[in-house]
């Protein structure tokens, strides 16, 4: 074997800018972390400005990162923000859309005015964010991705999902549809949807369960619940050169949830 086969990584992200949301916890951070191991440069997005920055200090000895506190609900800002990332750390080549909510409410008892903080947040963001990544200012112009995490909620009916459900099903329509009309820009279009991963966002839905129902729900996963890292793994597969000829796609990454 020559150095430079011993070299070569097809997950190479360096030289590359990628914008993260939802970087302060679980899968987002998880992706934060994968990515600044691959080289990249990153900006990192969240609501949450304390633990944003314990991500940051705790990634910048492995490059250049920079923490963005941002609420998200504020669609209208999103283009500005993002154009901001760009003027700190130069044009972008990739938003990974990672924040989300989550809520178990069953239809009979819906407060549209959750599901509407939902859409905007799962939802709205992502439209927002594609929409400044496509700008001519803001994209670096090669190696475009945008990734979305959606769900395996929304492919496989779950009681009292129904918003959540909705607000990530939308995303593969809108991953069909840029992957299509981004194409001749070179950016490709992908949502990951995962099953049940260990965050915080689990743990706060497990509250809410009735006895036994975790080890009933972990059962439905025939590899059992993921880690932040397995939908990571999935993310930096999609957004580095090895995932160049895929596009308008839906990547499941579940441990079996939806095989049977
Ligand atoms: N954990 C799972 O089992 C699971 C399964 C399927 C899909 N997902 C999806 O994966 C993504 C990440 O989830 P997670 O499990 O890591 O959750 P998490 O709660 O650990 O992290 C979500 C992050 O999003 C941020 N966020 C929430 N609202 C925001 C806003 N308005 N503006 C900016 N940031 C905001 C939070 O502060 C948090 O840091 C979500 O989109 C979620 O729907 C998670």
Not at 34 to 56: F, H, I, K, P, Q
Not at 188 to 210: H, K, M, S
């Amino acid at each position: 074997m020559t150095v430079g086969e011993a070299a070569f990584n097809p997950l190479d992200l360096s030289g590359r800018h990628y914008l993260v949301t939802g970087a302060a916890s679980g899968i987002g951070r998880a992706v934060a972390e994968r990515m600044a191991l691959l080289g990249a440069r990153l900006s990192l997005v969240d609501v949450d400005a304390a633990a944003l920055e314990g991500v940051r200090a705790a990634l910048l000895a492995r490059g250049v990162v920079q923490a963005t506190p941002f609420d998200l609900r504020d669609t209208d800002a999103i283009g500005p923000m993002v154009e901001g990332c760009v003027a700190a750390q130069g044009p972008l080549h990739g938003i990974v859309h990672c924040a989300g909510l989550q809520s178990v409410m069953p239809v009979r008892t819906l407060k549209l005015e959750r599901a509407r903080e939902l859409f905007a947040v799962n939802t709205e963001a992502a439209l927002a964010l594609s929409s400044a990544l496509a700008s001519r200012k803001v994209y670096a112009g090669e190696h475009g991705a945008l990734v979305f995490i959606s769900s395996v909620m929304a492919m496989a009916g779950s009681p009292g999902a129904v918003a959540y459900a909705a607000s990530k099903a939308a995303l593969h329509g809108m991953a069909r549809t840029l992957s299509v009309e981004l194409a001749p820009k070179r950016i490709r279009v992908n949502c990951i949807a995962p099953g049940f991963v260990r965050t915080p966002l689990l743990e706060r839905t497990e509250r809410l369960w009735e006895p036994g129902q975790r080890e009933a729900v972990e059962a439905q996963h025939p590899l059992g619940f993921g880690e932040p890292e397995d939908i990571a793994n999935a993310v930096v597969f999609l957004a580095a050169d090895t995932g160049r000829w895929i596009t308008g796609t839906v990547l499941v990454v579940d441990g079996g949830y939806l095989a049977h």
